[in-house]
């Protein structure tokens, strides 16, 4: 293999690209070699024995599909979600979520007429004070302090 350095360098220069980026014609190594001016270097381009090979990208195609499995609601479980407990859903909308259901509960307890109306107000005030973690909390709470009215 010969050392074409020079040649590779002045090539560069004037088709305005990087190094790595002239491709010189194999079958004419013997005409680059002898090619030692900027001139002959020109006519070696012009006769397209030295060209400029396209700038390498890097491919979308896979950020894409990606992002369109995005869209259709993949993609999206348990093993994606990055940030703490308090990131993903903020003090405020986790109370909010519990009381909600909380209070539904309640509701429900109270026209089924499983617990008194005076037992549903102080229940209320109790799961307004954040007495109960959750529903299943209020029923076992029920449960222990045999708050379930008799049929």
């Known amino acids: 293999m010969t050392n074409l350095s020079s040649q590779r ?12 980026r002239v491709w010189i014609d194999p079958e ?8 030692i001016t900027r001139e002959e270097i020109k006519k070696l381009i012009h006769e397209k ?3 400029s090979l396209p700038e390498k990208g ?7 599909t990606v992002r369109e499995k995005k869209r259709r609601g993949l993609r999206k479980g348990p093993g994606s979600v990055t940030g703490s407990g ?5 003090k405020k909308e986790a109370w ?7 209070r539904k509960r309640l509701r429900e307890l109270k026209a089924n007429r499983v617990v ?5 107000r102080q229940l209320y005030k109790m799961a307004s004070s ?3 973690g959750s529903v299943a909390d209020l029923e076992r709470y029920l449960k222990a302090h045999d708050l379930w009215r008799k049929r």
């Not at 890097?58 to 894409?64: E, G, I």
Request: charged share 30%; aromatic share 4%; hydrophobic share 45%.
């Open 9 to 20: 360098r002045l090539a560069a220069q004037i088709l305005k690209v990087g190094q790595n």
């Open 28 to 35: 004419r190594m013997d005409d680059v070699e002898s090619a």
């Open 49 to 51: 024995v030295i060209i």
């Open 58 to 64: 890097v491919s979308r195609s896979r950020a894409k």
């Open 86 to 90: 308090k990131a993903k859903i903020s």
């Open 96 to 102: 909010m979520m519990k009381i909600r259901s909380l």
């Open 116 to 120: 008194t109306e005076a037992n549903y």
């Open 130 to 132: 954040g007495r109960f």
